[in-house]
């Protein structure tokens, strides 16, 4: 995120109720997909793509994921 | 999430792009703390208070997370 007024609001919040041991704070999207796919590295490109397309906006946001195989 | 109609949207917006494939999708909110604390112990009651006190709302969120220690 280049800029992150909401992760800023967050931490005023944090002060004002005494945390003041946090100096940072960072608001983001998190997204759990469930999806079908054959193996490791097709579930891998989909996320990949999905994520570039439509999940994340690339000119003021990074993302990153991990996939977990779900029980069958 | 109890109901997620921001994941209900993101679904039906991946269906139209074609990705057929991905049977449920949820959303939520992702947060980076940076946190001094003197041990692990103490950033972990002071991470599960914050998220418990502000960061969740209780009755239809629920929440989780890891810590990480930083470069000193």
């Not at 960072?26 to 999940?55: N, Q």
């Amino acid at each position: 995120m280049v800029l992150d007024p909401q992760g800023a609001a967050v931490k005023n919040s944090l002060k004002a109720l005494g945390y003041e041991d946090v100096s940072q704070v960072r608001v983001g999207k998190y997204i759990e997909l469930t999806i079908e796919a054959p193996g490791r590295e097709d579930a891998s490109a989909r996320v990949d793509e999905m994520s570039r397309r439509l999940l994340s906006n690339p000119v003021i946001e990074d993302f990153s994921y991990t996939l977990e195989e779900a029980g069958v």
